[in-house]
């Protein structure tokens, strides 16, 4: 069994890390913090809480670049990916804990292969596959918190813009967890554990998004976006095989 103690200070310093490496790259919070918590606590606490945790930073990015929003890709989106969480909730209440781990792992190894080679369509796709993506995000992010994955698959196939894609993502990130976090509500999810445990990320979510802001005028976006696919790919391969288990 895992020491509460040293539970508690991998969360935070997970949280942190997840929380610059977000700030930097743009992406990949949930995809780093979910494999990780899932293997310290278990996907049926690390489900609320990293999905408790992520809307808090959410939140805080929507205000950064609400700016940017689209509102008619969010309007598709939203309402398909408000159709997903439900499903991804029942998902995670009753799927085995080690198929799910094996199937994240999955989903974060495609992910990465994806990110590595970015296809560049001739032309945008239609929207029409917006309700596609919306519904299988929020699915993902109402099982597992990793909605991202097909919303930036989306974003490149429809050639969004940088701008489009920071405020466009962070936009459905939010929608995305405030319906997860809604649902594990309504579904008895968050626990006194899972809530005692959130109350100490907020400090570390603020310390890493100031860590990231000034990590950023020193790195190349570049490759560091390729170092965090790299990252994901090994959380990816690890949990497909097992080799966090408990």
Request: hydrophobic share 50%; proline share 5%; with cysteine.
């Amino acid at each position: 069994m895992t020491d509460p103690s040293l539970a508690l200070g991998s969360l935070v310093i997970t949280t942190f890390f997840a929380t610059a490496i977000q700030t930097l790259a743009g992406f990949a919070f949930a995809l780093i913090m979910m494999p990780i918590v899932t293997m310290i606590l278990g996907v049926h606490t690390a489900a609320p809480l990293v999905a408790l945790t992520a809307l808090t930073l959410y939140g805080v990015n929507l205000l950064r670049y609400h700016k940017w929003l689209n509102i008619r890709e969010l309007w598709r989106l939203g309402a398909a990916a408000t159709a997903g969480v439900p499903v991804g909730i029942w998902m995670v209440a009753n799927a085995n804990d080690a198929f799910v781990k094996v199937l994240l792992g999955l989903i974060l190894i495609g992910y990465g292969l994806y990110g590595f080679t970015r296809p560049s369509p001739q032309r945008p796709c239609s929207p029409r596959w917006a309700y596609l993506a919306g519904f299988v995000s929020g699915s993902l992010g109402g099982a597992y918190n990793t909605s991202g994955p097909p919303l930036a698959i989306y974003g490149g196939l429809r050639q969004w813009s940088k701008d489009e894609f920071r405020g466009g993502l962070q936009s459905l990130f939010f929608v995305s967890g405030a319906l997860t976090v809604l649902s594990h509500a309504l579904a008895s999810h968050l626990t006194p554990t899972v809530l005692r445990l959130y109350a100490w990320t907020p400090p570390a979510l603020l310390l890493g998004i100031l860590a990231g802001v000034w990590v950023d005028r020193f790195v190349n976006k570049e490759r560091f976006r390729r170092l965090v696919l790299g990252m994901i790919l090994a959380l990816g391969l690890s949990l497909a095989l097992n080799l966090g288990r408990r």
